[in-house]
């Protein structure tokens, strides 16, 4: 076997990890085998469970990939082995940097702080992936959630590689003056190991992180190792508009995940199979979260009729069978920080995971529904808002119990697609809609003075002019898209794309509920496809 192209590869260390890859495949191909789902753990570290998603999917679609390699390679034994080494070279994460580094308290205490950051995969770059702010964070946590960035964006066609960064604190526990000198410190690490930089790796909100630590992180870089470079605010996205932010970035997951649910709740298959009536109006949800994503998520099932019935946050559980308003709670936690206290429903000591309701949202931390609780979730969909909230163990239950799940990798994909829509308006320095807005606006008058002309050149004048007045649908649209139109618009069109694209495999694979294993062979296949054309070619 003529490996020799991968010394001239485009991927950095692709040679040595494809040779390593054959060399084990030749013992035992984990992906080969059919009984990887009795193997999972219940509570699987963290990569693991990644690896087992990632080796169901795998397993099915070399079958469907071998008339699609390249057709150099002949004998079906060469083609199974160019796809195998292929998805092999794309499971482990490429690099890992941990990071302590010192930071001086209010009081004149020095700590020293522990931070990581991961990129799974350069087949596409930049890297990206967001940045968590918990004291659970380890190597493990970013490792699994970097890759999870790679199928995702495969999954949403978002041209980047994965990569995900934890910091291990508790952002409670510091005051802003020590969180910025922490982030600011931590860009500075990240950016000298070319862990940062808009054409390397481009970080965005997660957990305890939002609009105010991007723009510390954006002003660190630009004025520091990105001085010189015009693209350098593309370094990382979820930026306050003032700083090169897009409209529809901060709800942007919690949007997608209702576009996703918006087109299950519109397949009659999928309804038929969970005994769901199609639409949001009679359904009711509890959300575990009530943080970005969480909120959003609320918002736009509550705006389309869907009743929120139950919030689990970390210190309460809320309760209301009439419906909790979003709005009301939002306003609340801004106010008082915590969501404890809220008057207008009932705090419970019940876990509100298994509690009657249709839809079940997951917007808190990873796994949270184990196999000690999967088998008494009375939810028919689960619409996972949080990274890895369902074990694999879980999960076989879920499906064996006619459960629906919308998984995180296509479900919360909705952040990720916005913040490349960021990155786009970055690099090109134009806000979507400027060059355009005037100019459709006055192409949408003529085109309706036009019409009236033609009317009235064909039926005469004589009953006086024919008025020709837009439908209030077109009124809305006649001045032209604004940046928030066009980026709403790009998210729905890209959440129901990815949603028809995962339903074909579902159905090609024959895989009923079991939409995980549909989203991660729709990456797998993309990603292929992505190094072949590379030219990952045995010659
Ligand atoms: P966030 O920090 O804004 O909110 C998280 C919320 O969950 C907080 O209110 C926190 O108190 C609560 N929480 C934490 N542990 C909990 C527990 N055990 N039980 C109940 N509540 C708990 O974070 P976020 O940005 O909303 O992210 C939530 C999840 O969504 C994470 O898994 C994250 O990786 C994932 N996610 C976020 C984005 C994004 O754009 N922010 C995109 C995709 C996925």
Known sequence: MNLSFFRQSRFPGAFSTLQKALRSFSTTPRFLRNDVDSEAPDNPDFFSMVETYVDRAAHLVEENLLDRVPISIRSEAEKREHIRGVLRVVRPVNHLLKITFPVRRDDGSMEVIEAYRAQHSQHRRPCKGGIRFDEAVDADEVTALASLMTYKCAIVDVPF???????????????????????????????????????????????????????????????????????????????????????????????????????????????????????????????????????????????????????????????????????????????????????????????????????????????????????????????????????????????????????????NAGGVTVSYFEWLKNISHVSFGRLLFKYEKESNYHLLESVQQSLEAKFGRSGGPIPVSPSAEFQKRIAGASEKDIVNSGLEYTMERSSKFIITRAHEYNLGLDMRTAAFCSALEKIYITYRDAGLTFS
């Open 161 to 411: 590689g994965g990569a995900k960064a934890g910091v291990k604190i508790n952002p409670q526990n510091y005051s802003v003056g020590e969180l910025e000198r922490i982030t600011r410190r931590f860009a500075m690490e990240l950016a000298k190991k070319s862990f940062l930089g808009p054409g390397i790796d481009v970080p965005a909100p997660d957990m305890g992180t939002g609009e105010r630590e991007m723009s510390w992180i954006a002003d660190t870089y630009s004025m520091t190792i990105g001085h010189g470079d015009i693209n350098a605010h593309a370094c990382i996205t979820g930026k306050p508009i003032s700083q090169g932010g897009i409209h529809g970035r901060v709800s942007a997951t919690g949007r997608g995940l209702y576009h996703a649910l918006d087109y299950f709740l519109n397949d009659a298959y999928y309804l038929s199979r969970v005994e769901l009536t199609p639409g949001f109006k009679d359904k009711t949800f509890i959300v575990q979260g009530f943080g970005n994503v969480g909120l959003h998520v609320c918002r736009y099932l509550h705006r389309q009729g869907a009743r929120l019935i139950g919030i689990i946050e970390k210190d309460v559980s809320l309760w209301n069978p009439k419906g909790i308003h979003p709005r009301e709670v939002e306003e609340y936690k801004i106010e008082n920080k915590t969501i404890k206290g809220f008057p207008m429903a009932e705090e419970t000591t019940d876990d509100l995971l298994v509690a009657q309701c249709d839809i079940l949202v997951p917007a808190a931390g990873e796994k949270q529904i184990t196999s000690k609780n999967a088998g008494e979730i009375k939810a028919k969909i689960i619409l996972e808002g949080a990274n890895g909230p369902t074990t694999p163990a879980a999960d076989k239950i879920l499906i064996e119990r006619n459960r629906l799940v919308i998984p995180d990798i296509f479900a």
